[in-house]
Every structure is written in structure tokens, then in C-alpha cells.
């Protein structure tokens, strides 16, 4: 169920949550995303495998191949994925009609630049595109706790040759 819309039309984080665990460790409280998808997948970040004892790939949402197992526990039962936990890739969220204006390709990769006290160069930031999206940059906690940036803030573009 719904308890607030995202950024990104159609998506919203549920009041449902979920406990993840590994043989070694467990996160509790962990939000449901939606809209459901045609796949299973937990998005952590390095600082969470730490905790849980795992080293998941960094992948683009989606591309599960190889990616760490993990466990995840739920009021209805419990769900063992054997691959299906990653760190999320760095990715621009961008509208379909909105490439072209801004001289872009779908999966391409970029760069972008914070400002502040931590300004920082970030790279492999890759574009995703779809028809109804919001221009929006997606980084990890650690990305952004390192970058002391938040919600809101504006970053640069830095398109690569």
C-alpha cells in the first residue's frame, strides 16, 4: 500500500516493510518500493554489505546475473533469492523527449559535479530513460553522505565524450 508517491511517476515507497538477511547479519525496517516488477531485487548500499556480510555487484536495476543471494522476510513469509541483491548503479533519470535536448543517449554513461564544502566529481553516472520520467539524479546513501549533498540539490552535468 501506498504511504508516499516518488519523484518518478508511478512509483512510490509502500508502509510495507521487510526484514533482509544474510548468514551473517540482518537489516530490519527495509521499505518495499513499487510498482511491483516482473523480478525480485534489494538495493543496498556498501556500507549495508558490510553489515551483511555480502559483496554485491554494481549493476543497473534489472541485470541480477551473478548478483548476491539474499533472504528477505516478510509478514507473509520468507522469500530466499539465490541472486538478487546489488549496489544500484549511479543513474540520471531523464524523459524520452528530453534526451535529444540535452544531447543524450539511453544508457549512456556521464558525469556529474556537486557543490559544496565535499564537491566532488562523481563518474559512471548512466542514463535511463522513459517517456513519463522526471529529470533526476539517483545515487546511493554513501554516494551522497560523501558528497554532503541531499534531496534537492542540484548537481552538474558533465557529458563525456
Known amino acids: 500500500t501506498i504511504k508516499n508517491k516518488l519523484t518518478q511517476r508511478n512509483q512510490f515507497a509502500a508502509n510495507e516493510t521487510v526484514i533482509i538477511k544474510t548468514p551473517k547479519n540482518q537489516i530490519e525496517k527495509v521499505r518495499a518500493l513499487g510498482p511491483l516488477r516482473d523480478y525480485n531485487q534489494v538495493e543496498i548500499s556498501k556500507t549495508d554489505s558490510y553489515k551483511l556480510g555480502i559483496n554485491p555487484p554494481v549493476r543497473n536495476s534489472g541485470d541480477l546475473e551473478g548478483s548476491s543471494p539474499i533472504t528477505i522476510i516478510g509478514p507473509k513469509g ?3 533469492l ?3 541483491c546489488i549496489i544500484a548503479a549511479r543513474h540520471l533519470h531523464i524523459s524520452t523527449s528530453d534526451l535529444a535536448k540535452y544531447n543524450l543517449k539511453e544508457n549512456q554513461s556521464l558525469s556529474i559535479k556537486t557543490c559544496g564544502k565535499k564537491g566532488a566529481t562523481l563518474d559512471n553516472v548512466y542514463v535511463k530513460s522513459y517517456s ?3 529529470l533526476e539524479v539517483h ?3 554513501d554516494d551522497a553522505n560523501a558528497c554532503l549533498i541531499k ?4 548537481v552538474e552535468l558533465i557529458i563525456n565524450d
Open 139 to 141: 545515487l546511493d546513501t
Open 151 to 154: 534531496q534537492g540539490d542540484e
Open 82 to 84: 539465490d541472486k538478487g
Open 78 to 80: 520468507v522469500l530466499e
Open 132 to 134: 513519463n520520467f522526471t
